[in-house]
C-alpha cells in the first residue's frame, strides 16, 4: 500500500513540476515576443504556443493543488454540519468530482485520440499536430480524476479529506494560514 501511495503522491507532485515548466515557458515566450519586438526578433506563432502552455499548465497542475489543500474551497455550509452529515455531503461531492473529471478525462482522451488518428493539424503559421498541444489538456485531466478517485477511497475509509486544510488550533496557527493563502 505504502508503494501506491508513494507513487501517487510522486504522480500529483510531478504532475505539479510539469505545470511549473509550462508557466516558466510561458514567461520565456511572454519574454522574447515582449522583448523582441525592438530589435526585430519575431517568435513565430508565438501566440500559439502561449495558448497551448497556458492550457498544460492550468490542467497539469490541478491534481497537485487538489491534493495540496490549495483549491479554492468555500465551507460556508459544511463546516456547520455535525460530522456525520458532513461526512455524507463530502463523500457525495466526491461521487460527483469522480463522475465529471472522470467524464471529462474520457472525452478529452477520445478528442486528443481522434486528433492523433487523424492526424489533425494545427491552425497557425507553424503547423503543428493538434493531438500534441492536447495531451497537456486530457493528461492533466486524467491525473485529475486518478486524484478524486484516491481521494474517494481515502475519505471512505475514515480519513481526514487532503483537499481541506485542518483547522488552525491557536491564534499563531490562523495567522500563518492567512498569510500562506494570501487572504
Not at 510561458?26 to 523582441?36: D, E, K, Q
Not at 491525473?143 to 471512505?156: G, K, R
Request: hydrophobic share 55%; with cysteine.
Amino acid at each position: 500500500m505504502k508503494i501506491i501511495r508513494g507513487t501517487l503522491d510522486r504522480l500529483y507532485l510531478y504532475s505539479g513540476y510539469l505545470a511549473g515548466f509550462f508557466l516558466l515557458s510561458i514567461f520565456v515566450l511572454m519574454l522574447l515576443l515582449s522583448a523582441g519586438r525592438p530589435v526585430g526578433l519575431n517568435v513565430r506563432s508565438g501566440d500559439d504556443f502561449i495558448g497551448w502552455c497556458m492550457v498544460a499548465m492550468s490542467f497539469l497542475g490541478l491534481a497537485h493543488t487538489f491534493r495540496s489543500a490549495e483549491m479554492i474551497r468555500v465551507g460556508l455550509v459544511v463546516d456547520r454540519l455535525g460530522p456525520r452529515v458532513r461526512y455524507w455531503f463530502e463523500m457525495f461531492a466526491l461521487v460527483v468530482g469522480v463522475a465529471a473529471t472522470g467524464s471529462f478525462a474520457w472525452y478529452a482522451g477520445w478528442m486528443t485520440y481522434f486528433s492523433w488518428l487523424i492526424n489533425e493539424p494545427s491552425q497557425g503559421v507553424i503547423v503543428v499536430p493538434i493531438w500534441i498541444p492536447q495531451l497537456g489538456f486530457s493528461l492533466g485531466l486524467a491525473i485529475l480524476f486518478v486524484a478524486f478517485v484516491d481521494e474517494f477511497f481515502h475519505v471512505a475509509s475514515g480519513g481526514a479529506p487532503h483537499y481541506e486544510k485542518p483547522k488552525p488550533k491557536t491564534a499563531e496557527e490562523a495567522i500563518e494560514q492567512a498569510v500562506q493563502s494570501a487572504v
